[in-house]
């Protein structure tokens, strides 16, 4: 990964997912830009690997979530993800 002096410290982000779904590897696909650039530390979890988690995101997957704070779900939204990464 290449660092730019002036480029913010990658932001770490966690995406729930489950087996199967299309929306989930879509989502993933698209966060590969951010990714590959720096900009994104992707954490992925399968929701049905703990009842805890499959109660709490249900059908809501895919969700993408920095911090604790959730920036989308079902589809990537841009604008909120770049609001998201902006943040210093």
């Known amino acids: 990964m290449c660092v730019y002096p002036d480029q913010p410290d990658p932001k770490r982000l966690t995406l729930y997912t489950r087996a199967g779904c299309h929306l ?12 590959s650039e720096g900009r994104v530390v992707l954490s992925i979890v399968d929701v049905d690997s703990a009842p805890q988690l499959a ?34």
């Open 55 to 88: 109660e709490r995101y249900g059908e809501w997957v895919p969700v993408l979530e920095g911090d604790g704070e959730e920036i989308c779900h079902y589809f990537l939204d841009l604008d909120r993800l770049s609001r998201y990464l902006d943040k210093r």
């Open 24 to 35: 989930c590897e879509e989502m993933l696909a698209e966060l590969e830009f951010w990714i």
